[in-house]
Every structure is written in C-alpha cells, then in structure tokens.
C-alpha cells in the first residue's frame, strides 16, 4: 500500500479519519489535515501528511498500524509535532525514489 501513497491521491482524504492502533486492543481515531510536498526533482519526490489526534491520548513516535476504509491497512512510522487545545498533531514523511 506504501508504494502507492503520492500527495495527489492523499489529498483526496484530507478531513477524513484514519484508524491508529494503540496496542493489540486499542484504536483512536486521527484526522488527516494536511498534505505538504516538500521536494519534487526528476528522480525523488518528499512530502508529509499531517494528523490530527485527540487530546486524551498522546502517541510517542514510532511506526503503526493504520486503516482507512478506501486504503486499507498499512503502517506510518508517526512523529509528534505539535499540540494544541484540541489534541496532538503528527506527521508521517515519505522520500520517495522514481
């Protein structure tokens, strides 16, 4: 599923909820709220997707199990980068060769 993540498609779920998972038993739900491209050349192409998670829980980095109904299953190593009065954002960066 990886592979097929690109910017373009991405920003087509902005708003919608991803499924996280916490442990074995628990999920929470993280809102996608921004697609970045950082750098595009010939040969690479990086850009980040930017969550947004309830304030209840936080998530330390590292990589997840995630879901959504029209992606399916896949893992995102996510960062915490900030946090505000309504939850924790994080981020997921993709480098990508052509």
Request: charged share 20%; net charge negative.
């Amino acid at each position: 599923m990886l592979e097929q993540i690109r910017p373009q498609q991405m920003s087509e779920y902005i708003g919608s909820e991803f499924d996280v998972s916490i442990d074995s038993s628990h999920t929470i739900h993280l809102t996608l709220t921004g697609v970045v491209e950082s750098v595009k050349t010939e040969h690479s192409e990086a850009f980040s997707l930017f969550f947004h998670g309830p304030s209840d829980t936080f998530l330390p980095q590292r990589t997840r199990k995630v879901q959504h109904p029209a992606l399916g299953e896949f893992e995102l190593f996510l960062v915490p980068v900030a946090q505000d009065k309504d939850g924790f954002q994080y981020e997921a960066v993709f480098n990508l060769m052509h």
